[in-house]
Nanobody
C-alpha cells in the first residue's frame, strides 16, 4: 500500500513557473516508479514524466520535454515536478502516481491553470 499526498499548483501566467510536490509513504515505496500524469477537461489522462527512486531514470512526454523537470528527495520520500515556461495548454489537473507493473496508487490531484 502506498499513500500519496500532493501539494502545489494554482494559477500562473503564461511563461511562469510552478512546482508540484507529491509526498509518498509506504513500506515498499522503493519498489515503485513515480509518475506524473495530467488530465484536461474532456480529455484522457496523459503521461507527463516518470522517475525511479534512484533518480537515474527519467522520461518525459514530448510536450513538456525541456520545460518540466521531475526529481526526488529520497530523505523526504517526495517527488517534485518543476514546471517552467508554462503554456495555456498545460492547464490540467495533475496527478502523481506510484506504479509497479499494472499496479497504481494515485494522489488526490491538483489543479494547474495557465492564463494567456
Amino acid at each position: 500500500q502506498v499513500q500519496l499526498v500532493q501539494s502545489g499548483g494554482g494559477l500562473v501566467q503564461a511563461g511562469g513557473s510552478l512546482r508540484l510536490s507529491c509526498a509518498a509513504s509506504g513500506r515498499t515505496l522503493s519498489t515503485y516508479n513515480m509518475v506524473w500524469f495530467r488530465q484536461a477537461p474532456g480529455k484522457d489522462r496523459d503521461f507527463v514524466a516518470h522517475i525511479n527512486w534512484s533518480g537515474g531514470s527519467t522520461y518525459y512526454a514530448d510536450s513538456v520535454k525541456g520545460r518540466f523537470t521531475i526529481s526526488t528527495d529520497n530523505a523526504k520520500n517526495t517527488v517534485y515536478l518543476q514546471m517552467n515556461s508554462l503554456k495555456p495548454e498545460d492547464t490540467a489537473a495533475y496527478y502523481c502516481a506510484a506504479r509497479k507493473g499494472n499496479e497504481f496508487y494515485w494522489g488526490q490531484g491538483t489543479q494547474v491553470t495557465v492564463s494567456s
